[in-house]
């Protein structure tokens, strides 16, 4: 089953960051299933269910948006890469709202938080996230090849563990395939000092000369003072996993103790002073999901259930698909997805998870380099020689999903990936960056480009009346279910509070 998740800025038609609320006419961004809000009221995040059929994934995203489109404020688009443009003052990146209930005011301080802690304009770079799981026939079968009885929930979710730990591995090939993010507008920065590293392009561009991704990089979101706190986040299974998660949520951090829970209003500025606020703050490229309850916290619909999907997070949005997303991809990643599922997946040691950090940022900041090399086992490989080594077993697991159908599609896309293996402009970040120099174009000038072809293009292929009908309905049911929330809100807020974070591991039942 695969779902995707896109996160897009709204943009006023000069290009820089809306200001305006998020548009009533999508409906409520609090209880909208499939419209809603990231950190910013102008971060919008259309949220496809799961499918079998990743056409159809692509074809619901595509009709979302089609109707985000239609209710957008006059001259407005949405942002066609995952890197802003146009940004001023870090305090101009309007915070998300959602209205005026206990969760309402809760996710509202938690951005709050995430705002006062890492700085807003970090938190308006923009992503898609991949949603997948297998089905139940699949996990049978695997319960059987490895002699078990029946594929129960603690099977599943150690099975899904072995495939986060090779994601992680093996997921610098993400970024590197299809990061597209090599250069940024100089406003991100701001008054700031941009890194050394950094070279200029045009009037208002710095870029890194082999950069893929630098949404991954270290100017992207980081959580990077667990190690201070001596926690570190442990994936060699669903136990270890969940203990990290609440000792972090848990765990009083100096740093963010001075800056204090309350503002000099007596209004709260972030959720708590612990590590982290709640557990989604914890960044990772790869989590390992299950679907909460109302008011539960993750880590307890984990302990609780399992594993139900895994969601991967590195993926930019693609500049030059009006989706930000495309089916070439969608049929890698599945493949991908499925070597590190059947590839050996030993624990993870604090020296390896050194190897995995370190290689990750060096794709996101010098992948396209020739001479880059990566850290396996104590030992250097370049890229190229590990990445062909993994291309050549995912080429199996291609020839195996192709077996269900005519079309070659899923090795077609693993040829394409090959093609940007051995010659790095063929990956979004050299074709961008490529595009930029031939072009002398700034990187506002080439995001406002793409983001008004991608507006016209929906305008040319409107939605069926029928598919109009049932999202507009949507929409005003969201609004409808957010009145009754609030209206249903019985104790204050501090209670509300409290009772969240009184969970503990000992309701697991």
């Not at 982290?276 to 909460?292: G, V």
């Not at 008004?452 to 009346?465: G, I, K, T, Y």
Request: with cysteine; proline share 5%; aromatic share 10%.
């Amino acid at each position: 089953m695969v779902g995707v998740e896109k996160e897009c800025l709204r943009v006023a038609a000069d290009g820089t960051l809306s200001v305006l609320d998020h548009p009533q006419a999508l409906g409520s961004a609090l209880t909208h299933s499939a419209i809603t809000t990231d950190f910013s009221e102008a971060l919008l995040e259309i949220v496809t269910q799961p499918f079998e059929d990743m056409a159809a994934t692509l074809a619901s995203l595509e009709e979302t948006q089609k109707f985000v489109y239609s209710k957008l404020p006059p001259g407005e688009c949405l942002w066609a890469t995952s890197m802003p443009c146009g940004l001023k003052l870090d305090c101009d990146v309007p915070i998300g709202r959602y209205g005026t209930s206990n969760i309402g005011r809760m996710k509202n301080i938690y951005r709050r938080g995430l705002g006062l802690r890492y700085g807003r304009k970090m938190q308006a770079i923009a992503g898609v996230h991949y949603n997948y799981s297998y089905p139940d026939a699949f996990w049978q079968l695997m319960a059987e090849v490895q002699g078990e009885s029946e594929a129960n929930s603690e099977f599943v979710s150690e099975q899904y563990f072995a495939l986060v730990r090779n994601i992680l591995r093996f997921g610098w090939l993400i970024p590197y395939l299809f990061g597209a993010s090599p250069a940024v507008c100089g406003s991100f920065f701001g008054g700031s000092t941009p890194p050394d590293r950094m070279l200029k392009l045009g009037r208002n561009t710095l870029y890194e000369p082999y950069a893929t991704s630098l949404r991954m990089g270290d100017i992207g979101y980081q959580n990077n003072r667990e190690e201070s706190e001596s926690i570190t986040a442990d994936y060699n299974s669903l136990e270890a996993y969940v203990d990290f998660l609440q000792k972090a949520v848990s765990t009083n951090s100096e740093r963010y103790e001075k800056l204090g829970l309350l503002d000099a209003d007596s209004e709260y500025q972030q959720l708590n002073t612990s590590l982290l606020q709640i557990e989604n703050e914890y960044y990772s490229s790869i989590r390992p999901k299950q679907i909460a309850e109302p008011m539960e916290m993750p880590s307890l619909a984990l302990a609780r259930r399992g594993v139900r999907y895994v969601e991967l997070r590195s993926l930019d949005v693609n500049a030059y698909d009006p989706l930000g997303i495309n089916d070439e991809q969608l049929r890698f990643v599945e493949s991908f997805m499925l070597f590190c599922m059947l590839c050996d997946s030993p624990p993870v040691t604090p020296q390896e998870q050194k190897e995995i950090n370190a290689n990750l940022l060096a794709v996101a900041h010098r992948g396209r380099d020739p001479d880059l090399l990566l850290a396996r086992g104590g030992e250097q490989i370049s890229l190229r020689k590990w990445g062909s080594e993994i291309l050549d077993v995912v080429g199996e697991m291609c020839d195996l999903l192709d077996e269900t159908g005519k079309p070659k599609l899923y090795c077609n896309s693993l040829s394409k990936q090959l093609a940007k293996l051995y010659d790095p402009v063929n990956t979004p970040s050299g074709r961008m960056l490529k595009e930029l120099q031939d072009n002398d174009e700034d990187f506002f000038t080439f995001a406002m480009r793409k983001s008004r072809q991608h507006r016209d293009s929906v305008a040319d292929n409107p939605l069926s009346p029928q598919v109009r009908e049932k999202l507009e309905q949507d929409a005003l049911q969201s609004l409808q279910k957010q009145k009754q929330i609030e209206q249903s809100d019985i104790e204050n807020f501090d209670t509300f509070l409290q009772n969240y974070f009184s969970q503990s591991n000992s309701q697991v039942s």
